[in-house]
Nanobody, 123 residues
Framework: QVQLVESGGRLVQAGDSLRLSCAASGRTSSTYAMGWFRQAPGKQREFVAAVNRSGRVTAYVDSVKGRFTISRDNAKNTAYLQMNSLKPEDTAVYYC????????????????WGQGTQVTVSS
């Protein structure tokens, strides 16, 4: 079992930066690939970014490439999502997730989920 707790979400203005954190407890987080997803009101949960177990391989949805950076610190059992140049369309609840499989863009391949943290970007 892995418990995930996100933090760092808040109200910001367009163009601002924000860093989300995802603290993992339970089984060692380094045994899992980690992902960030987001869900806006009335929309399906969508993939944002993922990182493999070592932290060396990452993947991003096209809309955040060049603006967001996913990383992890296995010594701290924590994953991060650095978000720069935020846009109003980035407004959503952001969830981190852990996958026992390889890092993936698919919601169904993640085994554990956090409760989410709200990011609101005003124009």
């Amino acid at each position: 079992q892995v418990q995930l707790v996100e933090s760092g979400g808040r109200l910001v203005q367009a163009g601002d930066s924000l860093r989300l954190s995802c603290a993992a407890s339970g089984r060692t987080s380094s045994t899992y690939a980690m992902g960030w997803f987001r869900q806006a009101p009335g929309k399906q949960r969508e993939f944002v970014a993922a990182v493999n177990r070592s932290g060396r391989v990452t993947a991003y949805v096209d809309s955040v490439k060049g603006r967001f950076t996913i990383s992890r610190d296995n010594a701290k059992n924590t994953a991060y999502l650095q978000m720069n140049s935020l846009k109003p369309e980035d407004t959503a609840v952001y969830y981190c997730a852990a996958s026992s499989a390889s890092y993936s863009r698919r919601v169904e391949e993640y085994d554990y989920w956090g409760q989410g943290t709200q990011v609101t970007v005003s124009s």
